[in-house]
């Protein structure tokens, strides 16, 4: 067997460019998203998806299974539908009933076990699972949607294209829990099956039947069924908060990877010595087509709103000069964007990754961390110094004894044991902190170090405190993606930059802050349905209305 061809890439851009939080907000979905890389999984093993068990009453209440095969392994969504009083809905993570739960099974469910998960799935947190069940979500209706697409279908019309457009989805998840929550089953029991060993992978095919559910339903409790152009467009929503930041954080190896991916990625890309005439008109096309989701994207906070249209207006100057012509023109065009906005860039990355799959593609099976990280070997206080210096000066920049340098803290909610962002100077419980503050740490680590060479295992004994800090220096020099090089304990630490670039590593598109510590997204949009599983299934990067 022949090596494999390594394509030429030019430099990445530095983790001082790229691990910025700023930066880390306006990063985009790519064909290299996690739901991207599961559809094209899907589409080549022919995947079909049957429907075992439909036990539902005319109003839509009761419960479904939807099967499918993957890799050689059979796994079934359990979808419980229930009667939720307008009162008790809501997407607050302090709730205790929904519209709907979900339950990915390991398997086809028998009788028994669907009649156990029906029974435990809407208690989410209050009940407790089986290894069997890989996978536990919950969802509500977007009900100004969901009760206009069935008054339509009664009517024998289809719904206002206007309100599928402007909405985007039927239900949308609250959480969707994997790895062990409640009893579910660990990742380690299945992440070495085909087809699951990405990150997140059962979470997206959950996600991504979850959608098939919400279809069905729809068209059940309306009596007929959706234009399949308007399915398409019908995502799944998701209501994200401060529960998925940290994750980025206590994961540095998977966050390098991924960020190593995209970047080397970008890379590869830019190394293109020439476009043919065909690649030249996809890449407008799809310049357009961004230009046309950003014109879709509407959301009620007028701040976030505001970045939309300046971003509509400056993508719209840039591509008016993009230039596919002559020598590795997609690196002269990303060195023409340094002067514009991080939006403008981010999107430019996503947009010129988009058509070149023969060369990026096969990258995605690294963004995973089956072996755990490298550490570089310290022998001693004079190199740790040198490496803190070189890696970490964004560490030792600020001042974490100013009241605008330590002003926020983490810690974990006893109540409902996720994240939570605390105000140090005003709000109780700084005493429970979380270690995130890796930046104080490591300026703590560089000062204790002191000027007096020792051996590192020396001074370790004399100052465990410093273990974290150590741990995270030594993992640079083989991940240099890990560290988010800002300050996260700042007050102007926005924990929405880290959710955005979790989520778009998701494929979550259409962004609506609620807060800086929350929100809503769109995920499937545009994504195939279960008969459009065909060579055109992977093309639906940043989808957009059709005419």
């Known amino acids: 067997m022949k090596d494999e061809v390594i394509p030429p890439q030019v430099p990445l851009r530095s983790p001082d460019h790229v691990m910025r939080l700023s930066r880390m907000g306006a990063m985009f979905p790519s064909r290299l998203s996690f739901l991207r890389t599961l559809m094209r999984r899907l589409a080549a093993e022919n995947v079909t998806v049957t429907r075992p068990v439909w036990n539902m009453c005319a109003d839509g209440f009761g419960h479904a299974v939807y099967s499918v095969t993957l890799g050689g392994h059979t796994y079934s969504l359990v979808a419980v539908s229930t009667d939720l009083p307008p009162e008790l809905r809501t997407d607050r993570v302090i709730a205790t009933a929904w519209d709907s739960a979900y339950v990915l099974y390991d398997g086809v469910p028998d009788a028994e076990e669907v009649a156990r998960i029906a029974a435990a799935a809407p208690k989410q947190e209050a009940a407790r699972f089986t290894e069997r069940d890989l996978i536990l979500s919950r969802a509500n209706k977007s009900v100004r949607l969901f009760a206009h697409v069935v008054e339509a279908l009664r009517a024998g019309r289809q719904p206002d ?315 640079v020099p083989f991940h240099p993606y890990a560290e988010i090089r800002d300050n996260l304990i700042a007050t102007t630490c926005l924990p929405i930059d880290m959710l955005r670039c979790k989520l778009s590593f998701f494929g979550a598109s259409k962004f609506d802050p609620k807060s800086d510590r929350w929100t809503r997204i769109t995920l499937c949009q545009g994504a195939p349905l279960a008969g459009d599983l065909d060579a055109d299934a992977d093309d639906w990067w940043l989808p957009v209305f059709a005419a």
């Open 161 to 475: 294209r206007d309100m599928i457009r402007d909405v985007g989805y039927l239900m949308r998840t609250t959480a969707v829990y994997g790895n062990g929550k409640f009893g579910i089953a660990d990742r380690n029991l299945i992440d070495t099956r085909p087809g699951l060993e990405g990150p997140f992978a059962a979470e997206m095919l959950t996600v991504w039947l979850i959608r098939h559910f919400t279809h069905d339903l729809v068209e059940h409790v309306g009596g007929a069924t959706l234009d399949p152009a308007l399915k398409r467009h019908l995502g799944i929503g998701n209501s994200t908060g401060l529960g998925m930041a940290p994750f980025l954080v206590n994961h540095p190896v998977l966050l390098n990877n991924w960020m190593l991916v995209r970047e080397t990625a970008l890379a590869r890309v830019r190394a293109i010595e020439t476009l043919d005439p065909d690649q030249q008109d996809r890449l407008r096309a799809l310049a357009a087509r961004a230009a046309q989701h950003l014109s879709e994207w509407k959301v009620p906070d007028t701040a976030h709103q505001s970045r939309i249209d300046v971003l509509r207006r400056d993508w719209d100057a840039a591509r008016a000069k993009f230039d596919f012509t002559g020598t590795q023109p997609l690196d002269r065009i990303m060195h023409g964007l340094r002067d514009t906005s991080e939006d403008v860039q981010e999107l430019a990355v996503s947009m010129l990754i988009e058509p070149f799959g023969d060369i990026v593609d096969g990258l995605a099976d690294c963004m995973a961390d089956p072996l755990g990280g490298n550490s570089a070997p310290v022998r001693d206080t004079d190199t740790l110094r040198r490496m803190i210096e070189t890696e970490f000066g964004w560490a030792l920049a600020p001042d974490y004894d100013a009241p605008e340098g330590c002003g926020q803290f983490w810690y974990v909610s006893e109540a409902k044991q996720e994240p939570r962002l605390g105000l140090r100077f005003s709000e109780a419980g700084a005493e429970l902190e979380s270690p995130l503050d890796i930046g104080r740490r490591v300026k703590a680590l560089y000062h204790d170090l002191g000027a007096e060479n020792m051996r590192l295992s020396a001074f370790q004994a004399q100052h465990p405190d410093h273990a974290l800090a150590i741990s995270r220096v030594c993992l």
